[in-house]
C-alpha cells in the first residue's frame, strides 16, 4: 500500500495543495474568508446549481439507455458483438473538445439534423446531456456488463423454480448481485458528467457553465486564481462527498460472488421479446453513438467542394497547420501511443498494488484509502496539470523537461479506474483458494500471483484497456505538460480547432478521426486477446 | 508429532476452542467427530497457520509454530469443498505444491503421474477441473494435498459431500492408502460412520471442548457422557440411580453390569439391549414406527411410562404397529454414563 499512497502524495495531492495555496496564500496568511465571498456571488451559486442537476439527469438518462445494453452484451450472442463492444468504447476516449465538435456537428446550426429537419439542440440543454450518455454509456455496458457476463445464470433459474417471476428474479438475485458494478458505474458517470469540460465549453454556449469550465474560464481567461482555486476546493468537498455516499453504499452489498466463465452465459436471443430488445440497442447505439461518429469522419473529408484526402494529407507536413506545430501533426500518433502505453504500466501497477491491499485489508483508514483513490477523476485536470509544472520543476524532482511527466499526469486519470474494475473481481474471489495455496507452500505474495491474479485476469485486461484509453484522450492536464514538439493526438486537435480557417477545422476532424480509429483498434486487439486466453482457464 | 497445548481460539464471546489439548502421534489417523459449530474446522485452521489461537501453543515435532507462516508449515489440508484452482487443470492443480516448493518440471510430472494413479485417476493430467464429478474431484484435491508429502495431512470432512456408496468405498480407500504411505493424518467430521471406519484414535468435541477421546472401539462401546451417546445415535439415554447391578430409573428396574459406578447417572440401554416380550413381561409398550435396516428391523416403543424406547428385533419377530408388547432389558447391553452435570 505505500506506493500508491507515495505515488499519489507526490503526483497528485502536492501539486494541487501547492496550486490552491497559491491561489487562497496572501503573504504567507491563509485567506479563507474568500471562500465565503466567492460562493456569495450569484453567478457562482447558478453554476453550482447547474453543475449539479445536468450531472444527475446525464447520469439517469445514462443508465436508463445504457442498462439494456449492458444486458444485451453481457448474455445475447450475435455476430459482430465484439466489434460493436469496442465502437461503443470508442466515445469515451475521444477528447472532450473532439465530442462537444461532433455533436455540434450533429445538432447545432447547419449540422446535420439542421439541413435535414431543421431540428437546432446546440442551444438547449438537451445537447449536453446527450453527449454525456454518448460519453459515458461505455462505462456502464463495460463496468455492470462486464460482471453481468461473469455471472451464473443458474442462480436466477434456482430462482424462478422458487416461484419467482421474471423479473422478480432479476430484482432479487441479478441486482442485488450487480448492485456494486451499477453503484461504482453511476458513480464514474456522475464524476465525469460533474466535472464535465469539453462537451459544456462547446455545447453550453454562454448560457450553461459547469464548474470545470468556470474554474478554466476564472484561470485562463479572468486570469482569477484565489476565485479559481475557491472553486477547485468546492469541486473537491463535492466529489469526496459523492465519493463518501459511494463507499457507503459499496461497503454494504459487497459479497463473494459465483463467477463463471463469460463465454457459458452468453447465448442466442430467442422470441419476440428478446429480438426486440436486441434491436432496440442496436438501434441505439447506431443513432447516439455511430451517427455523431459518422457525421465526425463525414466531415474529415468533406472539403467543401467534394470529398477527398486532403486534410489528410495536410497533416504530414509541417507547414500546412501555418505554424501551429513544431513537428507534422501525424508524429502526435507515436507521441501519444508511446505515452499511453508507458502511462498504461504505470496505471497497472499502482492500480494493481492499491486494488490488492484493499483486498486484504479492512478497516476506516484502508476505506479512507479506497475513496481517494478515486479523487483524480473529480478533480479538475487543468488543476493538476498545472500543479505539475509550479511543483515538479525543482530538484530532486525535476521532471519539467522530462518525457515521463505526461504519462505520470495520464496515469493518475488511469489508476481510479484500473482500482475500480479490479477490486470488485479482486474480492469476489473465494479466499479459501488462496488459503489452500498457502496451505500448500505458497507465500502471501506468491498466492496471489497464481491464484487471484489468473482469475482476474480479464478484468486486469478490462483495466488496462481503459488505463489505455483514459490516458489516450487525457487532455487538460496533458495540455499544460506536453512539450510543444511532442504534442499528444488530443492536444494536437485542440490546437487546430483553436484556429480559424477551413483547413484547421478540417484537420482536427481528420486528426480525431485517427484518434478514434488508434482507439478503436487498441480496444479491438484487446478483445481479440481477451477471447483467445478465455479458453485456456 | 502434532501436539495443542491448551490451544484457545474465541469469536466474540463464544470459544471455538476452548483449551483443547491434542496430541497426534507418528502415522497416526485421528479423527475429530462432532456436531457442525463443535469447533472441528476450527482446530484445523488453527494448526494449519490459518487462524491465530488466541492462546494456547501450535507444536510440531516439539516446534512452536507461532509466527510460523502458513506456507512454512508443511502440512497438508483438504478443504471441506476441495478449492481446486478452476483455472487449472488436474496436473497443475496436483503439481502446484511441489511448484511451490521448487521442484523441477520433470520430477513434478513423475510425481503427479504418481499421485494419479494412487488415486485411481491415472491419465487425468490435461482434464478440466470443472469438468470433473463430485467423487474425482475428492481424489484430485486428495492427489494435491499429498503431492508434497506433508508431514501431517489434515482432511476436513472428507467425504462430506459425496454420495453413501462412494463414500463407503471411498472410506476404505483412504484407510489403506494412508497405512500404505505411513502418512500421518488429522480428519475432521460429523459422520461417526467415517470417523470409525478411518480413525485409529477418534476425538469426540463439543462446544470447543474435547468431549471424549478413545479409540473407536472404545468410544463405541462406552460413550464416556449422554453426549456422546446421543451423538453415536443412541437415545436411549434416561437418568438413573444406581445400587449394585440394578439401576433405578422411570423405565423401571434395569440391570447393570457388576462394576458400574454407584449413585445418580446417566444410563445408555442399546437398542440391541431391549427385549421384546409378551405384554404381561416388564415395561408395558405400545408399538409405533417400524424400520427396516437391512439384517434387522428399529422399533419404537413408547412405554406407559418413561421416554421412547428404541428396539431392535429380527425381521420375523418384530411385533405389529400398534400392538401392546413388553419390554426387558439386558445389562450386557447397558452402560452406566457419568451423571450429568
Redesign the interface.
Known sequence: MAVPVAFFALFFAYPVAAIVGRGLKVDGVWQFGRIGEVLARPDIREVLWFTSWQALASTALTLLIALPGAYVFARFDFPGRQLLRAVVTVPFVLPTVVVGTAFLALLGRGGFLDELWGVRLDTTVWAILLAHVFFNYAVVVRTVGGLWAQLDPRQEEAARVLGAGRFAAWRRVTLPALAPAVAAAALMVFLFTFTSFGVVQILGGPGYSTLEVEIYRQTAQLLALPTAAVLTLVQFAAVGAILAVHAWTVRRRETALRLVDPARTARRPRGAGQWALLCGVLLTVLLLILLPLGVLVERSFDTGGGHGFDFYRALASVDAGGGTFLVAPLEAIGNSLQYALVATVIALVIGGLAAAALTRRAGRLVRGFDALLMLPLGVSAVTVGFGFLITLDKPPLDLRTSWILVPLAQALVGVPFVVRTMLPVLRAV?G??R??????????L??WR??DL??VRRALLVAAGFAFAVSLGEFGATVFIARPDRPTLPVAVARLLGRAGELNYGQAMALSTILMVVCAVSLLLLERIRTDRSG?? | MLTLESATVRFGARAALDAVDLEVAEHETLCVLGPSGSGKSTLLRVVAGLHPPDGGRVLLDGADQAGVPVHRRGLGLMFQDHQLFPHRDVGANVAFGLRMRGVSRRDQEHRVGELLDLVGLPGAERRAVAALSGGEQQRVALARALAPRPKLLMLDEPLGQLDRGLRERLVVELRTLFGRLGTTVLAVTHDQGEAFALADRVVVMRDGQIAQAGTPLEVWQRPASAFVARFLGFDNVVGATVAGTVADTVWGKVPVPGGSPQGACDLLVRPAGVRIGAPEEGLRCVVGTRTFRGNHVAVRLTPERGPVLEAECALRDAPEEGSAVGAGFDAAETVVLPARP
Open positions: 473465494d479459501r483458494l488459503e489452500a495455496a498457502s496451505v500448500l507452500g505458497a507465500s502471501p506468491r498466492a497464481e491464484v489468473p482469475l485456456e482457464f
